[in-house]
């Protein structure tokens, strides 16, 4: 343990505030002319360069090392740089987007994809990585969707925190951890019309009960920084909102986590037209508490002048800087600055068989099986293979934002079907583009030939990954270009076809669901996506995926989910069915989505044949016992996640028609019957009222198992 406090009082002022900026590795690497233009983009001197504290996009460990070990040469304080980077769904091995992760409803799944990411990530420097990422998503069209764990707050949380203790480890000064940093805060999901960085308006309620759970959960869990969003929320951008940095975060949560701007975010006040210059950025970000600044230069330029002036004292800039050598210190860098990384040990961590065969695992896990008519899983005998389509010998499967993963690394579909089944005859035809401007179909007469000489046809769609991520809304969400006709021509020549699909968002396949016979929905599954797609084709593993997202029959239906409340006017009057709740149908479409949350098929056949409570009344230090029984009426094995789901009938304000309280993913051999347990409390069931609080009323309960779309068992709780 190093004694801050003694080094902070040798630091001059202009050193104290160095820790506070985090720029991009390139200004630390290039020298002489070539430096001259980023650093003036950047607003930086050559001295101010001396001081800065951390670092973000760098390219592995030996640049770590090198500007670590040129930076602690020149310091005369020896203050390490810190180094953090996104590492979101792996780093050189890559496992399924954070979207597929919440369909596998598996935390300790997640947690050990992760464990592999802290691995070979902290090997090749990162000390500190942006993740989780536990925006709350309802809209398709927003491209971060693939960030997100999707439309359920309890999920979200709970990923969240499964993240971040795995990311963590036995101590995040130990050379294989990470420490982690919980992201946007708040409610960057709720993008107006699903534009990247557009304004978010929520009422109060909404907030508290949908947005803001999974953060605060990240909060518990003992994450150890935070990052403003981006957005404007309720008028006012988050990094810059008092009521959100704050009220909430501060005066409510307690929170005194270290916070770290987004990319420019405090450059972008001036864009916001909240300030009309750096310094009033600088000035009203650090006033809400945010620490560093990530790429702008307000701080380093004017933090200097605003303490002269009187605005801020030095003790505040002290207890800033001091959260930062904090982290540091608790990385253990001023033992070794270099957190165990080393060039030696990337190649060695990296991409090992071990960390291919667990992302292969993972990406069969997450993956749903969204339609099956019976059709799959094919039978390992068959002769010949035709795999059609932009995805069939597609490398670019592992998804937006995969740090150091390669394309060239990932399993396509075609090589994943040939290793599975290496006696059959493989062809793999394009047929057409995946870019919404692909329209030439002169690439369908040689698949039709190729489904029709085919005992089976694996046909792979899907949007190009680049559709997804930052800055990648879309406005249309079904299949981009002429994929839709090219499954339709295949049919025709072969009905023995069965559709997988690449995906970074829900897409509105409404056509393709009309079109073949099976969908299997992989999302971006990472390194080993071929190979997990043939795993779950012939049968070797039993999907078990769920939605942790609705998928809309159109694109105008967005935003929908599952836990929406019932108008005035609902179209059906039964209780148990979710978007009837709402009053006029779309003209065309109806107000049902295609595959609502939870959502999700499997080889097995699971028989929900009970739900039984352990009293129908209960008062608020009580404990209700819930157990429900379900038989695997099939002989395979598989898995199922089993939901436990609330309505509050009638509240002081209008409560959602379905909330998912409880899940557990089980295994269950051929023919065998589980009971699985849950235990509802009164915290369970409450929700934020008028007044501003949490409360629960006594009343009538709705407790239902089953999924959004199809609960089964409603029995009745009562709260007294
Ligand atoms: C993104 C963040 C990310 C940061 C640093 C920003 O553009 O919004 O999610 O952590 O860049 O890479």
């Known amino acids: ?88 769904h792996g780093y050189r091995t890559i496992y399924p987007i954070p979207l597929a992760l919440g369909c596998s409803f598996d935390t300790d799944m997640v947690a050990e994809c992760t464990r592999m990411a802290s691995k070979e990530a902290a090997a090749s420097g990162i000390q500190v990585t942006f993740t989780p990422m536990v925006d709350y998503v309802r809209d398709a069209r927003w491209g971060r969707v693939m960030e997100s764990c999707g439309e359920e707050p ?42 990247d960085y557009n304004t978010v308006e929520l009422s109060e309620h909404t907030l508290r009960e949908f947005y803001l759970p999974a953060y605060k959960a990240c909060i518990d869990a003992g994450v150890d920084m935070l990052m403003p969003s981006f957005n404007v929320l309720n008028g006012v951008p988050a990094v ?93 860098l001023f033992e070794d600055p270099y957190h165990g990384a080393s060039p030696e040990k990337e190649a060695a961590a990296c991409l090992t068989p071990e960390n291919r065969a667990l992302v292969r695992k993972a990406a069969a896990e997450c993956a749903v099986l969204l339609k099956n008519d019976g059709i799959l899983p094919f039978s390992e005998d068959v002769k010949k293979v035709a795999v059609i389509g932009p995805f069939a010998d597609n490398h670019a499967i592992k998804g937006f934002w995969a740090c150091q993963g390669r394309d060239e690394e990932t399993v396509t579909v075609k090589e994943g079907i ?22 030439d179909k002169s690439g369908f007469d040689r698949a039709v030939m190729a489904a029709k000489e085919a005992d089976i046809v694996v046909l792979c769609l899907g949007e190009p990954q680049n559709y997804s991520g930052e800055g990648n809304s879309r406005g249309d969400i079904d299949l981009p270009g002429v994929q839709n006709e090219l499954a339709e021509e295949v049919m025709k020549a072969n009905p023995n076809t069965a559709a997988v699909i690449f995906t970074g968002r829900p897409l509105a396949i409404t056509r393709l669901s009309k079109t ?100 129908d009344a209960f008062t608020a230090d009580e404990k209700v016992t819930v157990k429900i029984t379900i038989h695997n009426d099939s002989d395979v094995k598989g898995k199922e996640t089993v939901m436990l789901y609330m309505r509050d009938l009638v509240a002081s304000n209008a409560r959602p028609i379905q909330q998912l309280i409880a899940f557990e993913k089980v295994e269950f051999e051929a023919g065998e019957r589980k009971t699985i347990e849950f235990t509802i409390e009164e915290p369970m069931l409450r929700f934020w009222n008028n007044e501003h609080k949490f409360v629960s009323e006594p009343g009538l309960f709705h407790i239902s198992t089953g999924y959004a779309d199809h609960l089964v068992h409603t029995k009745e709780l009562v709260l007294k």
């Open 516 to 615: 073949v016979p099976a969908i299997l929905n992989m999302w971006f599954p990472g390194t080993e996506g071929g190979s997990a797609a043939a795993d779950l084709l012939f049968g070797k593993m039993n999907p078990s995926g769920k939605l942790s997202m609705t998928f809309p029959q159109a694109v105008g239906q967005c935003p929908i989910y599952y836990n929406h409340l019932m108008t005035g006017r609902p179209k059906a009057p039964e209780m148990d069915l979710i978007h009837k709740g709402y009053a006029s149908n779309y003209i065309g479409c109806g107000n049902l989505p295609l595959y609502s949350f939870g959502h999700g098929l499997s080889y097995s056949n699971f028989v929900y044949e009970d739900l039984t409570l352990s009293q």
């Open 154 to 195: 309890l999920l979200n949380g709970l990923m969240g925190a499964a993240q971040i203790k795995a990311f963590q480890g036995d101590g995040i000064d130990k050379p294989d951890n990470l420490a982690t940093c919980v992201k946007h805060f708040a409610a960057y999901g709720g993008a107006e019309a699903g534009r």
């Open 1 to 88: 343990m190093k004694d801050l406090k003694k080094l902070l009082e040798q630091m001059t002022l202009e050193e104290k505030i160095g820790q506070l900026g985090q720029y991009n590795a390139n200004l630390f690497i290039q020298s002489g002319a070539d430096i001259t233009g980023p650093l003036t983009q950047a607003g930086l001197s050559e001295e101010d360069l001396k001081h800065v504290g951390s670092i973000l996009n760098f390219k592995n460990a030996e640049e770590v090392c090198t500007i670590q070990k040129r930076h602690l040469e020149q310091d005369r304080n020896k203050i390490p740089m810190c180094f953090m980077m996104d590492v979101i």
């Open 240 to 332: 810059a909102n008092s009521w959100l940095m704050k009220k909430i975060l501060k005066e409510e949560w307690g929170a005194d986590v270290l916070v770290i701007s987004d990319y420019n975010a405090v450059g972008e006040l001036l864009k916001h037209g909240i300030v009309d210059n750096m310094k009033d950025a600088a000035k009203l970000a650090f006033d809400n508490g945010c620490h560093i600044e990530m790429c702008s230069s307000g701080y380093i330029k004017y933090l200097k002048e605003l303490i002269e002036e009187g605005v801020f004292t030095e003790a505040q800039v002290d207890e800033a800087v001091m959260k930062v050598l904090e982290l540091k210190d608790r990385l253990g």
């Open 418 to 439: 040939e290793a599975a089944i290496p006696n059959a005859e493989v062809v793999a035809i394009k047929g057409c583009g995946d870019q919404w401007d692909d329209l």
